[in-house]
C-alpha cells in the first residue's frame, strides 16, 4: 500500500511539475505542440491532481495500517487494469498505458495475495 501511494503521489507531483514528461512518458506528444483548443493539460492537471490525492490517501491507510481500505482497493484495482489494458487492445490510447493498466493488475494482485495470507495465519 505504502509503495503504491509513494508511486502516486510522486507521478502525480509530476504531472503537476513536468507535464510534458509525464506525457511522452505516456506515448503522447509534448503539450506545447498540440493544437490551441486541445485541452490535455487541463485534464493532465486535473488527473495528476487526483493521482497526488489517491497517494496521500493510500500512505495514510498504510500507516493506519487500515484493512478494509486494503480490501476494497483489490476490486477496484482490478477493474483499473481491465479498463486500461482495454482501451490500450481498442487503440483509443498509445501503448504506454499497458504499463499502467499492469501495475494496477499487479498490485491488486500482490495486495490480494498478502490479505490471503495475513487471513490464513502465514506470513
Known amino acids: 500500500m505504502a509503495v503504491f501511494g509513494a508511486c502516486a503521489l510522486v507521478m502525480g507531483a509530476a504531472g503537476l511539475v513536468a507535464p510534458g514528461a509525464l506525457l511522452a512518458s505516456l506515448g503522447f506528444a509534448d503539450p506545447a505542440v498540440r493544437a490551441p483548443a486541445d485541452h490535455t493539460r487541463a485534464f493532465l492537471a486535473a488527473s495528476s491532481m487526483a493521482s ?26 482490478l477493474l483499473t487494469c481491465a479498463v486500461f489494458t482495454g482501451v490500450v487492445i481498442g487503440g483509443a490510447v498509445p501503448a504506454g498505458f499497458l504499463g499502467v493498466g499492469l501495475w494496477e493488475g499487479a498490485g491488486a494482485a500482490a495486495t490480494g495475495y498478502a490479505l490471503f495470507r495475513e487471513r490464513r495465519g502465514t506470513s
Open 52 to 77: 497526488f490525492n489517491m497517494g496521500a490517501y493510500y500512505l495514510l491507510a498504510a500507516a493506519a495500517d487500515w484493512r478494509a481500505f486494503f480490501r476494497w482497493t483489490v476490486p477496484f484495482r
